[in-house]
């Protein structure tokens, strides 16, 4: 049914390769939203519900946030002496709550703000018969979302894409006579139908009925406008932020078909004016191509001078769908194609999500479904943020349909970093820039946070922030007393450096920030008897020691968050001081510092082991690991850090291994298994790696390939909670997730296929990223087959190793240099600058056959 032209695509013949298909709607009650089908271009965002009769779309803008306050933050910094002075007498809960309740007592109350919908677009057709042949489609190499279906003699088919060139929502709807459930497109006049309904722009209400002032006063600030002239027909929809800004849209409908008696109903349309809120544009057509519907959205101005602009801007675009879909795809195809996989598992492509999710059901999800949702998760990414944004990808990326949302700000004790753990080896890093920039433009927060909390020079960043409010907002000790945000965040500064070479961004952008994020440490450690810092208060996110938890059972949030040298901790400042002498060194700046930072690296304390064998999650005697828990920020060294490898430390390597697999299953959230999964994959355990992404398939996955905080059906499988929030973060993670299983890659090391699961057999990765270069490999276990290509853009000296089957490789190398190192697969590997390596095994070798 679809007219436009085809594009080129890398996946040859299979079209449906990069496809998400549904047989059903949206189905969640009084929650629509959660499983629209979403599209956008990192600034604007729509997703498609898929109603036939009644079709809901939903638009947001990426900077329309609202009901965030912030507060003065009084200088407590006094409050660290005695915080440590309890906690040195064991008063350990009380000193948990000193630094909070002191805030409290001062009246201090800053509140994040809240992204928010801006409006839903809705479509109402008649219905004369009842539909069959129901698809809903998202065409992720696209952009576009479908919605198709027959009715009678009569086929539908609804399209919408958010351009990435014209920043604008296009939207189209087709009809066409069917005879004999087969198209009559094409065929003359016999082809052509009728078609008639509205569109319209109406506030969005949200989950549930609220009567609350805030809630009130944004609906009845809102207000519309119909316009017409010879382009076509203008809805022009408005309201206003608690800031004092309006907000809206313009619609522009064109009837290309449009019936001359269709003309004289618009008078039965109200008049022009601003006092209601839903109006509706009729539209009654024929012909093939029948309705283009054109939206662009503002979130700051004065509405009716926005009105004006983007009239203007919409009538100088083209009225041809197939034109601004090709202007899109210019710019979305690079994206989405800058990295590929295939799994062998094109018998899964023309299958549905709900057909490849029973089938998860039975224990193993298909193979189709786990590279879909590596591709989704990538497509989610790209449609959520943009290089030109301030704004970093969020939890419910650009599709959040209500008020208030739980985690709906950017929370770094885990969500925003997973959301970004995939892009460097993606091809993604350009994406990076976003979180830099917001990260960036509230360091006068973060230094006043660091003063006036802790009496310490640098940063100091809390785990949530939202836009202009990166002072202390949520008033826990779980969150007041984590200082380990700042280190974290750090490492992605260095990561973008690690992969792009860009040597002005590690000078001007990574090295500051880190630097300021090592003050804050400089000042914050304390030098114990023993030679080695204490590092308190401090935090192993969201988890308290198992001795500190109530013994009467009853479900306290946190009870006791805060401890003495959290070993992620101690972690991410070994991580921070390492990468701060390597970018000072590579730059040449602040050398005079580094035999300082050096010897704070001689003072760290060491990692410790309980009896069982496993890494301790706090190292002081006081606190005793709890393992009920979905947090796995014990883990850093291994995952996401790279401090630890097998082949360098075996023993302390084994340790952690030891600790992930203490960790409860029911214990686990849809995001806790995603970072499992990729801690497995770390550790070379494929199956374990491939177990966690297979039980996230079956517990937090929605029809529409969306993840879930938890599962809230009482499956056991992961934690309980009345809520099952929309969490993004996972898909994300599933990507990482994948990725690792199929490459791993450090300034050190390059491990080609390190934890490649069984069901595996055959499969491919192109163009995937490396520091340096490109990777690019092809593996076949049943027969042998392995390939890998490794290009250069800068010179690479590293570690190579390759799968232990892979036996009997054959190189060609252009500017290239390969020396075995030991009969284990491992190798020292130099390409120069613009040099190749080719290793390629036809069959097994003898010994392997």
């Given amino acids: 049914m679809k007219h436009h032209i085809d594009h080129p695509d890398t996946s040859g013949t299979r079209p449906d390769k990069n496809k998400l298909l549904l047989k059903y709607p949206s189905s969640w009650w009084q929650g629509m939203w959660r499983e629209a089908l979403p599209s956008g271009n990192g600034k604007l965002g729509a997703s498609v519900q898929g109603g036939i009769q009644a079709e809901t779309v939903l638009l947001q803008h990426s900077e329309l946030w609202h009901w965030g306050h912030k507060d003065e933050l009084p200088d407590v910094s006094y409050t660290l002496s005695e915080t440590r002075k309890l906690m040195d007498e064991e008063r350990y809960l009380e000193a948990s709550w000193h630094l909070t309740r002191k805030l409290q007592e001062e009246g201090y109350a800053s509140r994040l703000s809240s992204r928010y919908p801006l409006a839903t677009m809705t479509v109402g057709m008649p219905c004369n018969n009842a539909f069959r042949k129901y698809r809903r489609e998202l065409d992720m190499d696209t952009g576009e979302v479908q919605v198709r279906w027959l009715e009678g003699s009569q086929g539908y088919a ?55 002032d805030e809630f009130n006063v944004l609906k009845s600030s809102i207000t519309m406008r119909i316009d017409r002239d010879d382009r076509g027909d203008y809805l022009c929809y408005g309201g206003k932020n608690d800031d004092g800004q309006d907000y809206g849209a313009v619609l522009r409908l064109i ?76 710019l979305h195809q690079p994206l989405f194609r800058s990295a590929e996989l295939d799994l062998d598992d094109e018998n899964d492509d023309g299958r549905c999500n709900e057909e490849l999710l029973l089938e998860a059901y039975e224990g193993e999800a298909p193979t189709g479904l786990m590279r879909k949702m590596w591709a989704y998760g990538r497509y989610l990414f790209i449609s959520g943020t943009s290089e030109r944004s301030g704004l970093p990808f969020g939890l419910y990326g650009l599709w959040g349909g209500d008020y208030r949302l739980i985690w709906g700000h950017n929370m770094a004790n ?61 008033i826990v000790p779980v969150i007041m007393n984590w200082t380990g945000v700042a280190g974290w965040i750090a490492r992605h500064y260095y990561a973008h450096y690690q992969f792009t070479g860009d040597k002005q961004f590690l000078l001007e952008e990574a090295l500051p920030f880190m630097k300021e994020a090592l003050q804050f440490y400089e000042d914050f450690l304390v030098l114990g008897e023993d030679g080695k810092y204490k590092i308190y208060p401090s935090v192993s996110p969201e988890n308290t020691p198992e001795n500190f938890m ?149 517990s937090c996955v929605l029809s529409n390939g969306y993840t879930l905080h938890n599962d809230w059906r009482n499956m ?134």
């Fill in 158 to 212: 609804r399209s919408l894409f958010v351009s990435r060139a014209d920043d604008c929502v296009v939207y189209e709807i087709q009809t066409h006579r069917v005879k004999d459930g087969v198209s009559a497109q094409g065929t003359g006049s016999a082809g052509n139908s009728l078609l008639s309904g509205t569109i319209g722009l109406q506030f969005p209400e949200g989950d549930r009925v609220r009567e609350d």
């Fill in 716 to 849: 056991g499988v992961c934690m309980s909670m009345p809520a099952a929030p929309i969490q993004l973060d996972a898909n994300m993670g599933w990507v990482n997730a994948v990725q690792e299983m199929l490459l791993y890659v450090s300034e050190q090391w390059i491990k080609l296929l390190p934890a490649l699961p069984e069901r595996w057999v055959r499969g491919s990765i192109h163009d995937w990223r490396i520091p340096g270069g490109s990777l690019s490999c092809t593996w076949d276990q049943s027969s042998g087959l392995f390939r890998a290509e490794i290009s250069a853009c800068r010179r690479i000296m590293m570690k190579l190793h390759i799968p232990e089957w892979v036996k009997a490789c054959e190189m060609l190398s252009r500017s290239a240099c390969l020396c075995e190192l030991d009969e284990n697969g491992i190798y020292e590997l130099e390409i120069e600058a613009g040099g190749e390596l080719i290793l390629e095994q036809t069959r097994f070798g003898k010994n392997d056959e």
């Fill in 550 to 698: 109530p013994k009467h059972g009853q479900p306290l949030a946190h009870p006791m968050p805060t401890a003495i040298n959290a070993t992620m901790d101690i972690a991410i400042m070994k991580e921070l001081l390492q990468h701060v002498i390597a970018a000072s060194r590579r730059t040449g700046v602040h050398t005079s510092k580094i035999p300082c930072w050096e010897a704070m690296l001689e003072h760290m304390p060491d990692y410790l082991l309980e009896p069982e064998g496993a890494v301790k999650e706090w190292l002081h005697p006081a606190f005793e690991d709890r393992r009920d828990h979905r947090h796995l920020s014990h883990l850093y060294p291994v995952f996401p850090g790279q401090e630890l490898t097998r082949e360098e430390q075996p023993e302390l390597f084994q340790a952690f291994e030891t600790a992930v697999d203490q960790r409860r299953l029911g214990a686990q959230s849809g995001w806790s298994l995603a970072h499992m999964s990729s801690i497995y994959a770390r550790l070379g355990n494929g199956e374990r790696a491939l177990e966690s992404l297979d039980i996230l398939a079956r």
């Fill in 414 to 474: 885990e969500n925003v970093q997973m959301m970004y753990w995939h892009t460097a080896v993606g091809g993604l890093s350009n994406l990076n820039r976003s979180l830099f920039r917001y990260y960036n433009g509230l360091m006068d927060d973060f230094r006043n946070n660091a003063r006036k909390l802790y009496g310490c020079r640098g940063i100091y960043i809390p785990a949530g922030t939202t836009p202009g409010i990166g002072v202390p907002n949520q």
């Fill in 255 to 330: 009837q290309l078909n449009e019936i001359p008696d269709a003309i004289h109903d618009k008078q039965k349309e109200s008049e022009p004016n601003e006092d209601t809120h839903s109006r509706q544009l009729h539209f009654h057509t024929s012909g093939k191509v029948l309705v283009l519907v054109l939206v662009k959205m503002f979130a700051t101005g004065r509405r009716v001078e926005e009105w004006t602009r983007l009239k203007q801007e919409l009538a100088l675009l083209e009225s041809d769908y197939n034109t601004l879909l090709d202007r899109h795809i210019s």
